[in-house]
């Protein structure tokens, strides 16, 4: 069993510890756990550029590898190895850590589970080419994660989307969660240690996150004794409401209904839309149908308005020069 620890805050502090904590946990539950520790706050992680040379390449019959060359790489390849995670990002702005999106952008959308596998059925089809045996089908094995959020603010509202953007790592790769807990309060460096209550939580999230898998998926209970959470399914208090009694997960993307019970607030999501959450194979794959589809839809439209929309581009691209004109 391979757990690895990934922090994104600054060397031996917050989000340090407490990974590291949970490391121990995991490693008291399972003596010969290999366990790898990276703190990435040194390490040059740059941002995706939108090119699309990875699904290119994957679309050409060639891996979807990042054309970015950088220590991207490095920790792309332990997670991909890693059986278990412990994830841990400080919040800056409300949100984790810039550095953490990066890698979250680059990672994510290439080990898309339904996108590489509606790729690898259109080479069994001969449709695209390439050996749909030849891609390292290890990349979709199991594997369960925690995340932790860290922030300094003594009140939840301003780490408010810190464990939410944690959870953007792992879902397309369908990541089993088993916790995403948030340490606010932990503005001074060794602060965590002043609380051993959270340092036994801590223990706790990594020998489940270990002990989870060896269970089968659907015996795992989500861990958290902050609270289960308003989505069944991602565990957020995040909803969007638009007036109306339906409300979306903004981490899922299910609707629930929301209803007044008392001095409470009931919100109801149904079966079949936990079963198509974003971090389900049935959910991401409405995603890749729909991104499927964009060239049908765009594709007449623009050659349809090819004139009119190079003339316009042209508003754009000159943009320096007509401005002050
Ligand atoms: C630029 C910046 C922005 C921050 N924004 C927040 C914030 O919005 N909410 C919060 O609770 N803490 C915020 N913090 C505090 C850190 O989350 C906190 O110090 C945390 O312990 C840092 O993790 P580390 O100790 O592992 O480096 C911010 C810190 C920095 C440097």
Redesign the pocket.
């Known amino acids: 069993m391979k757990i690895l620890g990934l922090?994104f805050?600054?060397k031996n502090?917050?989000?340090?510890i407490l990974c590291k904590e949970a490391l121990y946990g995991a490693k008291e539950a399972f003596p010969d756990a290999e366990i790898t520790f990276i703190n990435t706050q040194r390490l040059h992680i740059d941002r995706c550029i939108g090119c699309g040379a990875c699904s290119g390449a994957l679309e050409h019959g060639k891996d979807n590898d990042c054309i970015i060359k950088d220590d991207f790489q490095m920790v792309e390849n332990q997670v991909r190895e890693a059986d278990a995670l412990i994830v841990a990002a400080?919040?800056?702005?409300?949100q984790p850590v810039g550095q953490y999106k990066n890698f979250v952008d680059r990672f994510g959308c290439r080990h898309d589970v339904s996108a590489i596998n509606w790729v690898l059925d259109k080479r069994r089809t001969g449709e695209m080419p390439g050996d749909p045996d030849a891609f390292p089908l290890e990349r979709f094995k199991r594997r369960t994660v925690s995340y932790i959020s860290?922030?300094?603010?003594t009140t939840e509202d301003?780490?408010s989307m810190g464990t939410a953007g944690l959870h953007l790592l792992g879902f397309p790769v369908m990541m089993q969660v088993v916790s995403n807990y948030n340490a606010?309060s932990?503005?001074t460096?060794g602060n965590p240690y002043l609380d051993q209550d959270l340092i036994d939580t801590m223990h706790e999230i990594g020998k489940r996150t270990a002990q989870a898998l060896e269970m089968d998926p659907k015996d795992v209970e989500y861990y958290n004794p902050k609270g289960q959470g308003t989505c069944p399914v991602c565990h957020q208090n995040l909803l969007m409401v638009d007036g109306t009694t339906t409300v979306t997960c903004p981490i899922c993307g299910i609707h629930g209904t929301i209803s007044i019970d008392g001095d409470k607030l009931r919100v109801e999501f149904s079966e079949a839309q936990k079963a198509r959450a974003r971090g389900t194979f049935a959910g991401l794959r409405e995603h890749t149908t729909e991104i499927q589809g964009f060239g049908a839809i765009c594709g007449p439209k623009i050659m349809a308005n090819k004139e009119f929309l190079d003339e316009q581009m042209k508003r754009i691209k000159n943009f320096d020069e007509l401005i002050n004109a």
Not at 90 to 94: K, S
């Open positions: 922090s805050g600054k502090a917050n989000c340090d400080p919040v800056y702005v409300l860290v922030g300094g603010a301003w780490t606010n932990m503005g460096v």
